[in-house]
């Protein structure tokens, strides 16, 4: 069992929010595994699916973002999952271009309170992460107005195609590995 995980807001005053592109990722997956996302457990919607054989739980936790580690945290306990190897986490990055995705096993929140809540539920940094870039706001809005604004049309294009590409790159990930995930998409990432 593998579960990609992506991370977001409930409800649907955030749903087109730059802090939602896990949940995006998370649909994407959905659309291309067959599956839907509605089932209501570990304090999330999850789904589930199949990738080569692989059995695999879609979620997005609906703890609201600062709490998604509780959410995780029942996740791997239920099915006991090595954090290392079965979970990927996906989730918004201000250090990265609207639109430009990256790959990493493992390292800090970097200011970011959905994984600071995994780290601090799970006791560990090590585990495998999709980040998708949000770009940070240049001047005007702050940090949270940035991240629950939306996007201007051409960053929306541009974050709809990372989405997508993240989608395809955790679906590879449950089927070749992260490590190969990572060096596809990384060298590939704009």
């Known amino acids: 069992m593998k579960a990609i995980i992506g991370l977001g807001n409930p409800g649907p005053k ?3 929010t730059r802090h939602n592109v896990g949940f995006w990722v998370i649909d994407e997956c959905a659309r291309r595994l067959g599956t839907l996302v509605i089932r209501s457990k570990f304090q999330s919607l999850v789904g589930d699916g199949r990738i080569s054989g692989e059995p695999v739980l879609l979620v997005k936790p609906q703890t609201f973002m600062n ?11 239920f ?5 290392e190897q079965d979970i990927v986490i996906v989730y918004d990055d201000m250090d990265f271009a609207p639109g430009q995705i990256k790959l990493r ?27 998708i870039g949000i ?29 997508q590409t993240a989608a ?23």
Do not use: W
């Open 135 to 163: 770009g940070r706001p240049v001047s005007g809005p702050d940090i949270i107005d940035h991240v629950l604004g939306t996007f201007s049309r051409d960053e929306q294009q541009l974050v709809e195609r990372a989405c």
């Open 67 to 77: 709490l998604s580690g509780n959410a995780v945290r029942e996740v791997v306990d």
């Open 14 to 16: 955030y749903e087109k």
């Open 168 to 190: 395809e790159a955790a679906i590879l990930a449950v089927e070749r590995g992260f490590l190969h995930a990572m060096n596809k998409y990384n060298s590939t990432a704009t």
């Open 79 to 83: 099915y006991k999952l090595d954090i």
């Open 105 to 131: 096993l493992s390292g800090r929140a970097g200011g970011h309170n959905g994984i600071k809540s995994i780290i601090q539920s799970l006791g560990t940094e090590s585990f495998c992460r999709i980040r």
